[in-house]
């Protein structure tokens, strides 16, 4: 690694919206830079996780390093895609502190679209240079000359920056190498200061232990050195150093100015923090600064389908953590669901891909309760102020067909299915991404579910004021369907404080177990009493009613489905 001096080394990212073409590009420069080998099947290579390949999106930040021979120069060019997706942003700005420069690939049918604006600001105020790629100009309605009006428009960058490629025919994909060398700068490093490493991704292998993804911004780090995390003060000694090529490559060292990974024998997934500083032993360095903490914005309650489960689950749920540190995780336990854990995440994608990925990489069986988001509550008995659910902040016209709107919305209303019907209203024109704009004051009910007057605490929910009749007429519904009939009525109720706002019943049924047995044998009365006493074990009494354990689960699940 000593071959590549610090000015050849481009650290660099790609940033995009969905589907224009990150990881298609991605592709095609490491084919040409002989990373892999070309052939038809390299597709989104870098995209690793069974749900990437799945959902064809990325979600995890990939690194790789490229060797390109330039004018008879060896450049060392650390590659780093990103997800495209709102809920993923966190991984898009923590991949970019590693760079000094990112590929901003633009549709050329499409444009500019919300995400293609929100993280061209992420590389704008990290100070990246930003290279302008209009991408799929093979496309028949492809018109790269409007694209880079918007460009100039929306970013200020000069139209003739602008690089038009097709990344899936490969076509003009040696300008964006030549561009990189030549547009993107060198970092600054020091190698000669002590070791200086920034963890900015890890993962877990179940057999090698934590591999932790580093930046070297001084110093050398070499194969036995002893380190030191700066956030734990432990010190490991140093069992393997190597690029990502896009594999695992030893090298033996690192030098400042290179991207690559170290594996040191941390066994704990709480050992390698992502946004954690690495210096050498006995030679301690002012830390670098980290990262944010992500911010999580939906809410789920966890659990195993079998209690037996909850250790294997929590080593589960750590271990992917680790590999994505914006879960934020609290223990948790429900009457009815047992022990579990309560987790954050930046949006419902999220969500559904950590469950996913519990599922696929770690063979865990979980139940996942109805998404929520947080609230500050004001008790309050009197008026409250009246709610407006969106309100418009700012209009942009892009170009003579399209036209940026902010709004300020409750969260509640658009984590669940909001960027579906918009992108079903729109014919599928419309793109979307928010941020966070604070605490605000709504009109809000917390809304009971009870059975014959007693409040079941699993499906107590937060509602807007307007949609609570609705929402709770649903849930008796659904509860209805799902409980089965006792030896008396049951009535399922809705309330908003002492105020029910709908109600269903289920009717009584007596099941005479003995109805069959005319007089005779008392041993198989009893045995046939004996297996109805056991049925009603099974069961879980919630004041006066037995109600099935899968019953909770069932309704949360059609909930959360809805
Ligand atoms: N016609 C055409 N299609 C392309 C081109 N580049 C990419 N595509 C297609 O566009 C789709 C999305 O490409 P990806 O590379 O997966 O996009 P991405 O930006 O990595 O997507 P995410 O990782 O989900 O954000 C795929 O079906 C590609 O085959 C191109 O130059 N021309």
Redesign the pocket.
Known sequence: MSRFPVENIRNFSII?H????????ADRLLELTGTIDKTKNNK?VL?KLQVERER???VKAQTASLFHNCEGKQYLLNLIDT???VDFSYEVSRSLSACQGVLL?VDANEGIQAQTVANFFLAFEAQLSVIPVI?????KNADPERVENQIEKVFDIPSDECIK?????GTNVESVLQAIIERIPPPKVHRKNPLRALVFDSTFDHYRGVIANVALFDGVVSKGDKIVSAHTQKIYEVNEVGVLNPNEQPTHKLYAGQVGYLIAGMKDVTEAQIGDTLHLHKQPVEPLPGFKSAKPMVFAGIYPVDQSEYNNLKSAIEKLTLNDSSVTVHRDSSLALGAGWRLGFLGLLHMEVFNQRLEQEYNASVILTTPTVPYKAVLSSSKLIKARRAVQKNMMFIDQNRVMLKYLFPLNEIVVDFYDSLKSLSSGYASFDYEDAGYQTAELVKMDILLNGNTVEELVTIVHKDKAHSIGKAMCERLKDCLPRQLFEIAIQASIGSKIIARETVKAYRKNVLAKCYGGDITRKMKLLKRQAEGKKKLRKIGNIEVPKDTFIKVLKTQSSK
Do not use: C, E, R, Y
Not at 18 to 25: A, E, F, I, R
Not at 135 to 139: A, Q, T, V
Not at 165 to 169: E, M, Q
């Open positions: 995009a969905v589907d224009h073409g990150k990881s298609t590009l989104q995209d064809g999106i990325t997800p495209g997706h690939v991408n799929k100009i093979d496309l490629i097709s990344a899936k025919l």
